[in-house]
């Protein structure tokens, strides 16, 4: 039972555009969010979070929204550059557990340039 | 500073052998997990370790799994009688005690024939 999901597999965007990527949770004792970007032969690297008592955290391109009444994340990425290219993962993580943090499956995007 | 180092990068191994795969945390981070990653699936939790315990080891798929922790530090995965579903990359992370971002190292290529 997978409790944290990202239902797309895949997103291909133009660059300068958009890229939204979005991650539900199940588990409404989740109350740390995490966003991890993956190049190929790389581990993940931590990009962006947010806490449950805040609906939006940005950081530069990056932007984290959270609605808690829908269990959803969303990651916004503004302008998309080819840079941008690789494999995010939405992780959750509860206040108690803060160590176990459980992964999504991944989305990848491509910037098409 | 240095970051997470995993060893060996690449592994090729026989069916039925076994393989011992090592990690070597940020220093100073308590918290040690292990994830591996199969081909076209997200990140799949293994084991948790905070300092040399680990308290949940509910990820590691059969009791041909095993993981250590010495010192604090450096851990060890070893995989007994290794089989071709075995193969995968192997992660490991690390992070402060009671924060949620994990830093993740290369990972190590598993190849089982």
């Known amino acids: 039972d997978q409790q944290v999901k990202q239902n797309s597999p895949s997103l291909s965007v133009q660059e300068g555009r958009i890229s939204i990527l979005n991650c539900d949770y199940t588990n409404s004792m989740f109350d740390y969010f995490l966003w991890y970007k993956k190049y190929p032969a790389e581990g993940p690297t931590f990009l962006i979070s947010?806490?449950?008592?805040?609906d939006k955290n940005e950081d530069g391109r990056f932007t984290v929204f959270l609605n808690k009444s829908a269990k959803h994340l969303s990651l916004h990425i503004v302008p998309s550059q080819p840079g941008d290219s690789a494999v995010y993962f939405c992780?959750?993580?509860?206040?108690?557990?803060?160590?176990?943090?459980?992964f999504g499956p991944g989305t990848s995007l491509s910037v098409i340039p | 500073g240095a970051g997470v180092s995993q060893s060996p990068s690449n592994k090729v191994t026989e069916k039925g052998k076994d393989v011992e795969l090592r990690c070597d945390p940020i220093s100073g981070h308590t918290a040690l997990y292990w994830y591996r990653q199969s081909l076209g699936q997200g990140l799949e939790f293994l084991i948790y370790f905070q300092g040399n315990s680990a308290p949940d080891k509910s990820g590691l798929p059969s009791d041909r799994f095993s993981a250590e922790r010495t010192g604090g530090s450096v851990s060890t995965l070893t995989i007994q009688r290794t089989q071709q579903e075995d193969s995968a990359v192997y992660l490991c992370?690390?992070?402060?005690?009671?924060?949620?971002?994990?830093?993740f190292g290369p990972g190590t290529r598993l190849t089982v024939l």
């Open positions: 992780a959750a993580a509860t206040q108690t557990s803060y160590d176990k943090v459980i």
């Open positions: 992370a690390s992070s402060l005690a009671g924060r949620g971002t994990q830093y």
């Open positions: 947010i806490s449950s008592i805040k």
